[in-house]
Every structure is written in structure tokens, then in C-alpha cells.
């Protein structure tokens, strides 16, 4: 068996682990694949300055591909709130910054002087587990952080946006992948130009 053939396997015990002890934190029935994956990092453009922040990065399959996209370790921050999963994201990815904190309390999670300087956010949380006000807040509070015009992207099972758009904030659906289990749809939220 290859290295990456026997990481896959190791990242989907450690997956189905997670998901049996912790349900509704983590959402799905499967790791995201790499389809997934792929179409997630398209999102952040690696020449748009500042850093990328990824919220609940889970087994890798989104970190692996936003690196492949040119986003650098030295510009990379994940924040994992499973303890067992920040520690594999550390193995696995030993340049990585792995911040164990919970995505919802950005405030707390994150430091201060983040605001206004991000590149961007990707976010493998499983929003619709999730009361409406609790997405909403998320998705406010991470898009205050990224510089004007930057993504906030999050992908869901739903068929209609985690969260729908208002005078804040606009979304659109970047793409519909079928080679994933199930099925995902990834949405780019932005600040509302002022």
C-alpha cells in the first residue's frame, strides 16, 4: 500500500472515529473528497495578500488542496476545535498553524489584529447542524476579518445557502460537486460593498 493510500485509510478511521463520538460536530459520512476539496481552494486566489484561515479543517482534504493552489504554511491558519483532529492536522501537516479553538468564537479564537487583513476564510463546519443565528454570526464575524472583496466559502449538503444573503452580505454557489459523498454545493459569501 502507498503512503498516501495508507494516510487515506488512517484519515477515514480517524473520520469515522470523530463521527461517532461527535456527531453533530462533524456532519458528514465521509471526509470531503478531493473533487470537494479542490473546488473549496479555487475560491481563494493565492496572489490576494494576507492569510487564509480554514475553520475546521477535519482530516486535511481541503488544507492538502489549498496548498496545491499556492497558498503557503507561512499564510495558512486552521482552527479545530476536536483535540484529536488538531492533533492529526499537526502530524500530518507539521508547518501548519493549528489553532484548537472554537470557529464560532472568532473573537476569542482568533487574535484582534486579524480584522481587515485576511485573504479570505474557507469552513468545513457543518453549518446547518447549527440554530440560524449561530451561521449568521459566523459568517459576520469572519467576513469583518477578510479584506474588502474577499471569499468566505462554505460548503453544505443543503440546497439553498447556509445562509441567505441580506444587506450585508451577498452569496452565490460556485459550484455543485457530484464526486462526493453526498453530493456538496460550495457558496462564496461577501461584504456587502458600502
Known amino acids: ?8 485509510k488512517n ?7 470523530r463521527l461517532i463520538s461527535r456527531p453533530r460536530s462533524i456532519g458528514a459520512i465521509a471526509p470531503s473528497s478531493p473533487a470537494l476539496a479542490r473546488k473549496i481552494a479555487a475560491q481563494i486566489d493565492p496572489k490576494r495578500p494576507g492569510p487564509v484561515i480554514e475553520l475546521g479543517p477535519g482530516t486535511g482534504a481541503v488544507t492538502e488542496a489549498l496548498i496545491a493552489r499556492g497558498i503557503t ?18 502530524e500530518r501537516f507539521p508547518a501548519l498553524r493549528v489553532i484548537e479553538g472554537d470557529a464560532f468564537c ?3 479564537t482568533l487574535p484582534r489584529e486579524q480584522t481587515g487583513a ?8 457543518p453549518l446547518l447542524n447549527f440554530p440560524h443565528e449561530h451561521r449568521r454570526s459566523l459568517i459576520t464575524s469572519a467576513l469583518v476579518r477578510i479584506r474588502a472583496g474577499g471569499p468566505f466559502v462554505q460548503f453544505s449538503y443543503g440546497f439553498t445557502a447556509p445562509v441567505p444573503t441580506d444587506d450585508e452580505m451577498t452569496v452565490e454557489r460556485a459550484g455543485l ?4 459523498l453526498p453530493p456538496a454545493r460550495v457558496w462564496v459569501y461577501r461584504r456587502t460593498a458600502r
Not at 1 to 8: G, T
Not at 11 to 17: C, I, K, V
Not at 177 to 180: H, T
Open 1 to 8: 500500500m502507498s503512503n498516501a493510500a495508507a494516510r487515506s
Open 11 to 17: 484519515d477515514e478511521l480517524l473520520f469515522l472515529s
Open 73 to 90: 504554511f507561512d499564510r495558512l491558519i486552521a482552527v479545530e476545535a476536536d483535540p484529536d483532529l488538531a492533533r492529526h492536522m499537526r
Open 106 to 108: 472568532l473573537d476569542y
Open 118 to 125: 485576511l485573504a479570505g476564510v474557507v469552513s468545513g463546519l
Open 177 to 180: 460537486v457530484l464526486a462526493n
